[in-house]
T-cell receptor, first 115, second 113 residues
């Protein structure tokens, strides 16, 4: 069965430092991969997505992610974190058929930013 | 503005009192879905709908009902809520194409006493 694992439940980084959030997936076919961000009290906002092609994808707010098939990973990165990036981040994999549109989410990683 | 709306945003109720959470999208999307979010579990799909009058169970459908009489609306019904349904609920919609990009509503925080 498909699954998504985010190994880090909570991460704290200093403002201006680089960030990497890990995501590992289990999926038989080529996955559709997503990163969403949830700010406190808000809904989910799409940061970026990968369907095919270039394995390094750029998203909003200066985020990028790299798809590595050999490692079944889709880690999210940002070179310099801002205090406003403090939020919960979710990695998700979409069913390839597209018929159900179902997303399978990881457990989430809470990012805290120190001044 | 393209959006998914949910109402109410916050709801406190008691065990057994039927309730409905509404969801509406203005993007003419065919696919709509309900998720619940619980700490440490991420989001889990409750029900989904691929089009009008077409609905199916997700991963955690017990205790919930849905209907899809119009394309834009997809209400979530709890006939007899129980405390284990206390959660944060999200409605989502997508065009149903293979890209599966889903757009989420702002969430409904439900507390069942």
């Amino acid at each position: 069965a498909q699954s998504v694992t985010q190994p880090d439940i909570h991460i704290t980084v200093s403002e201006g430092a680089s960030l990497e959030l890990r995501c590992n997936y289990s999926y038989g076919a080529t996955p559709y991969l997503f990163w969403y961000v949830q700010s406190p009290g808000q809904g989910l906002q799409l940061l970026l997505k990968y369907f095919s092609g270039d394995t390094l994808v750029q998203g909003i707010k200066g985020f990028e992610a790299e798809f590595k098939r050999s490692q079944s990973s889709f880690n999210l990165r940002k070179p310099s974190v801002h205090w406003s990036d403090a939020a919960e981040y979710f990695c998700a994999v979409g069913e390839g058929s597209g018929n159900t549109g179902k997303l399978i989410f990881g457990q989430g990683t809470t990012l805290q930013v120190k001044p | 503005e393209a959006q998914v709306t949910q109402n109410p945003r916050y709801l406190i109720t008691v065990t057994g009192k039927k309730l409905t959470v509404t969801c509406s999208q203005n993007m003419n999307h065919e696919y709509m879905s309900w998720y619940r979010q619980d700490p440490g579990l991420g989001l889990r799909q409750i029900y989904y709908s691929m089009n009008v009058e077409v609905t199916d169970k997700g991963d955690v459908p017990e205790g919930y009902k849905v209907s899809r009489k119009e394309k834009r609306n997809f209400p979530l019904i709890l006939e007899s809520p129980s405390p284990n349904q206390t959660s944060l609920y999200f409605c989502a919609s997508s065009s149903g194409q293979g890209t599966n990009t889903q757009y989420f509503g702002p969430g409904t925080r439900l507390t069942v006493l």
